[in-house]
């Protein structure tokens, strides 16, 4: 069995689905060493070639039904509000009572649930930090050693300090053009897939909410799909497009002239490499405090989102049936009329939600 077929019958990918296989780190030297071949044949240039089609193809129509799955969920929920009213105006006064107390209890549990969520949270935030730190210490270290292998192999050709100088100066821009956009990548693939399971807690959070009321109300639950409200940042974490720093000209020193061809070697180098330091610190620092500043602001944003919507649902589930009760005890006349018109509502929606479920 071929690869792409394990992986689609173990991930339960859709048949379909594209799956490339690729080598980052030697797509990373392709890259830097100008390979176009050994960057084709990494499986990098297929790719490329693959998201340019979909950039250019199916963008508008992969956004289109995005927006439709959302709105289809919406709808969904309105729906539920609705029945939620209906029912509350069809009970008797004395049992709608009895069975929104019966909802206020369960507010308690719903509230320890949001606190445990924002605790698992917390810890991935924390975690996140610790990756960061792991992930600068290790590209600085990867880096040192690359511009140390590349002023090496220029000072064996005779290179002088100039021409060294030069010659690293260009590595340095095309690694960090290159190797932070996929450390960057590789920040955001781990943020998504942590946020993806409190983006999960949160739907199951949400879902006990409604099912409590439905239970208590004895209304058909379904549990509609994620609405997909608690989104990460697509904002680039390298905040500035500018050129990394690089190595400054290294002036030839008055005592260098009169020492052996090996000497001076030996001093350039190590004046050389004291700047390649120099110039890794500042890099790698604008790198990581970007990343940090960003992830901060997502997981800020996230909590607040996830406390945003179950405050929401908390309120949308038990106002519906507080109107219902409300209106009960002023004027009994006007509840058929009222039911008829939420009956109206509700199938306008439905049919919304049709139109939405073809798109």
């Known amino acids: 069995m071929s690869s792409s077929c394990v992986l689609t019958e173990q991930a339960g990918l859709d048949a379909g689905t594209p799956i ?17 071949h050994a960057l084709e044949d990494r499986g990098l240039g297929e790719l490329q070639t693959h998201l340019t089609q979909f950039l250019t193809h199916e963008k ?24 939620f009213h209906l029912k509350a105006l069809r009970l008797p006064l004395a049992d709608l009572e009895q069975r929104m ?4 209890a369960a507010v308690h549990g719903f509230e320890a649930e949001r606190r445990t969520a924002a605790d698992l949270l917390a810890g991935d935030r924390i975690r996140a930090f610790a990756e960061l730190e792991a992930d600068a210490e290790r590209f600085r270290i990867q880096a040192r050693e690359a511009f140390e292998a590349d002023l090496d192999q220029a000072l064996a050709r005779g290179a002088d300090a100039e021409q060294t100088r030069t010659a690293l100066a260009g590595t340095i821009v095309r690694f960090f053009d290159t190797a932070l956009e996929e450390t960057i990548a590789e920040v955001g693939k781990r943020l998504t897939a942590a946020l993806h399971s409190h983006q999960h807690r949160a739907d199951e959070l949400i879902a006990l909410v409604q099912r409590t009321a439905a239970d208590l109300l004895e209304i058909p639950f379904h549990a509609s799909e994620s609405s997909e409200a608690l989104e990460t940042r697509r904002d680039p974490f390298w905040v500035t497009r500018a050129r ?7 002036p030839p020193g008055v005592v260098d002239r009169f020492l052996p061809a090996a000497t001076r070697k030996v001093r350039l180098r190590r004046r050389l490499v004291e700047q390649i330091d120099g110039v890794l610190l500042r890099n790698v620092e604008n790198l990581r405090w970007a990343t940090r500043q960003n992830l901060e602001d997502t997981f800020r944003r996230f909590g607040a989102d996830l406390d945003e919507r179950l405050a929401l649902s908390l309120v949308a589930t ?8 409300d209106r009960r005890t ?21 049919e919304i939600r049709k139109a939405l479920a073809r798109i």
Not at 101 to 104: G, I, Y
Not at 318 to 325: D, E, F, K, P, Q
């Open 330 to 350: 002023q004027q009994s006349a006007s509840v058929e009329a009222e039911i008829e018109s939420a009956r109206v509502a509700w199938s306008g929606l439905d």
């Open 60 to 83: 508008q129509a992969t956004l289109r039904a995005a927006v439709a799955r959302k709105a289809f969920a919406l709808v969904g929920e309105l729906q539920l509000e609705i029945e």
């Open 244 to 250: 990394p720093e690089v190595l400054a000209s290294i």
């Open 20 to 36: 490339f296989c690729l080598s980052g780190r030697r797509g990373l030297r392709a890259r830097l060493a100008g390979d176009a």
């Open 101 to 104: 107390a019966a909802f206020d």
């Open 318 to 325: 038990r106002g519906a049936m507080a109107a219902a009760r």
